[in-house]
């Protein structure tokens, strides 16, 4: 092995950095070059590398997003190409390899998240060499106790919701923040705990919104006249669906959510008459300096990518089991999510505090 290739898939989180440069840093003790690939697989099929040196990566621990760029539309699989004039999806996977092979990689580290490791999975299905690296602030990749990202972005949501605390105690009034989780609601139910929230709403819990009505009320005729609810974007009423902001016909994933904060805002108005307002925390929980937790995760993560091509294991995914950084067979951590199970520690101590669930 003399070079290795990484980039950076999916969408940003606090951490990335950190990684890249931890990579760049392990690399340079054993002599391997560094590659990166601009904007994730976008980069990787159009031939978009540069070289990484130990000064390309100095000052980059503390800073949020990544400076390799990142998409999570450039599947190579069904890379959209114009053919005639008309965009098609075409298989492109092949000019990936060539590229790589024309650049001399002998291994490619893909830091990513479902998505983003499902293509690797494919590529290493081909042959090529590759090692996942778990980032995601939603925490449901499998086969790792915790992703990076995700322990900066429940602290932005605390952060909101003892704002939120303050302002609801003056006015009298319901607060809502709605948070990032599609499926799983980890980061819902960390900030909700932490940020003291009275309600706390996930996708793996359909709620009853009158059990949400029936706690606030309930708050109210005990002198607390103002509630704090945090709902994850992918929560859903009973019986009903997730709600849908946006859909998309050209992109792999068609399906924009948003907007869960506002119906459950205004149905609790409409049908209990209770006044709300409604905090979207959005794209915030993204952004940003990552903590000292994920700055070291992040970092023991890249470490053990490097080492991991020094040993010749591929087709791996480098995981946090308890306090060991290990190595899982990548399809591991995409055969299905993490969600939130309901025996959770965390969800059975939250139960136990009076926190309404919405069931």
């Known amino acids: 092995m003399n070079k290795i290739a990484v980039l950076t898939g999916g969408g940003d989180c606090p951490g990335l950095n950190a990684v890249i440069r931890a990579v760049v840093r392990s690399a340079n003790q054993y ?12 980069g990787a099929v159009e031939g978009d590398f540069i070289p990484l040196s130990l000064a390309d ?3 980059i621990l503390p800073r949020g997003g990544t400076i390799l760029g990142t998409t999570n539309r450039d599947n190579p699989f069904q890379y959209i190409t114009k053919v005639n004039g008309v965009d098609q999806p075409l298989d492109r996977s092949e000019d990936v390899l060539e590229n790589l092979k024309e650049a001399g990689v002998d291994a490619l580290l893909a830091i990513g998240g479902d998505g983003s490791l499902n293509i690797s999975l494919k590529f290493a299905d081909k042959g090529f060499p590759v090692i996942g690296i778990p980032k995601t602030i939603d925490n449901d990749l499998m086969a790792t106790d915790q992703t990076f990202g995700f322990q900066t972005a429940v602290e932005t949501a605390q952060e909101a919701l003892d704002r939120l605390h303050t302002t609801a105690e003056s006015h009298h009034r319901v607060m809502i923040l709605e948070v990032m989780g599609r499926y799983a609601g980890w980061i819902a139910l960390y900030a909700g705990v932490a940020g003291g929230a009275d309600v706390i709403l996930i996708p793996e819990i359909p709620y009853n919104l009158s059990r949400i009505a029936y706690s606030v009320q309930q708050r109210a005729k005990q002198g607390k006249k103002f509630s704090i609810i945090v ?4 929560a859903k009423p ?22 869960i904060g506002s ?5 609790l108005e409409k049908h209990f008459g209770l006044e709300t307002r409604v905090t979207v925390l959005g794209h915030l929980q993204r952004g940003g300096s990552p903590n000292s937790y994920d700055r070291v995760l992040a970092s023991r993560y890249g470490v053990a990518a490097v080492d991991a091509v020094l040993e010749g294991k591929f087709g791996i995914m480098v995981a946090l ?9 990548l399809h591991q951590a995409v055969d299905q999510l993490k969600l939130v199970p309901l025996n959770d520690p965390l969800l059975i101590t939250a139960r136990a505090m009076g926190i309404e669930m919405g069931d």
Do not use: C, N, T, Y
């Not at 009973?238 to 907007?259: A, N």
């Not at 119906?263 to 149905?267: E, F, I, T």
């Open 231 to 234: 709902v994850a974007e992918g």
């Open 263 to 267: 119906k459950l805002g205004d149905d």
């Open 238 to 259: 009973s019986g009903g669906e997730m709600v849908v902001e946006r859909l998309f016909s050209d992109r792999s994933d068609p399906v924009k959510l948003g907007g």
């Open 57 to 59: 990566v100095s000052g």
């Open 321 to 329: 089991q308890g306090r060991e950084i290990v190595q899982v067979p």
């Open 31 to 42: 002599g391997l070059e560094v590659l990166g690939i601009k904007d994730g697989f976008h």
